[in-house]
């Protein structure tokens, strides 16, 4: 079974809409964190977002919020107000187990959602 | 300050030929590591080392894959004989360790894409 699952290969957005990327997670581990990156077309993976699986709050970072709902196993990242800028993948990745000086901590990346903000 | 740096940025090489990629990470990061990234999908990782020691390496082809990083700072990785379906890019991350540290993000460098003809 999949550790991260994404299930929109691809998502078409207006401009100022707002955005939900769904991620559903598998994980027997009691202590995990939820990453979300962005990739543009340039290659490079930029850091959005992380959710602790003890965190009791949504993590929410200017205009992304994770929806997070553990007993769910999911972990969807929210855009609010979309810009055209946003157009990039978006991979949801999972870190298992508890970092105390050190362990095996290697992120699981979902397949990817491409992302397309239209004007 | 300075992200992580990778060099090169772009390679190409025959099939059976050798490469190698380098990385410097972030400085004051103990951990490093090494992803594939395969066109259309996420990365993978392939190896993670705490200072200069192998933490995770169960994901790396050890029959044609190495990677070392002698002096826990930078780390290069060597392919020999590559193989078509190492095509992909290359991408190396580094992060902060210790306990309290468990919320930091791996922070990524631009990656190498490499080409096996």
């Known amino acids: 079974a999949q550790k991260i699952t994404q299930t929109q290969p691809g998502m078409f957005v207006q401009e100022k809409e707002a955005v939900t990327l769904d991620c559903t997670y598998d994980t027997s581990d009691q202590s995990y ?25 949504n993590a929410t970072e200017g205009r992304y919020s994770l929806n997070f709902q553990k007993a769910r196993k ?46 | 300050e300075a992200g992580v740096a990778q060099s090169p940025r772009y390679k190409i090489i025959e099939k059976r030929q050798s490469v190698a990629f380098w990385c410097n990470p972030i400085s004051g990061h103990a951990t490093l590591y090494w992803y594939q990234q ?57 992060s902060l360790e210790g306990a309290g540290y468990s919320n930091q993000p791996q922070h990524f460098g631009d990656g190498t894409r490499l080409s096996i003809l």
């Open chain 1, 33 to 57: 964190g939820l990453f979300w990156y962005k990739q543009p077309s340039s290659g490079e993976m930029i850091f959005l977002i992380y959710q602790g699986s003890y965190d009791e709050q």
């Open chain 1, 74 to 119: 999911s972990a969807n990242l929210v855009i609010s107000a979309s810009q055209l800028g946003d157009s990039a993948m978006y991979f949801c990745a999972m870190r298992e187990g508890r970092r105390s000086g050190g362990g095996a901590d290697g992120l699981t990346f979902g397949k990817g959602t491409h992302l397309i903000i239209q004007p």
């Open chain 2, 38 to 94: 395969i066109l259309g999908q996420g990365p993978k990782l392939l190896i993670q080392f705490q200072n200069n020691g192998v933490v995770d390496d169960s994901q790396l082809p050890k029959d044609r894959f190495s990677a070392e990083r002698l002096k826990g700072v930078d780390s290069t990785l060597k392919i020999q004989p590559a193989k078509l379906e190492d095509s992909a890019v290359y991408l190396c991350a580094s």
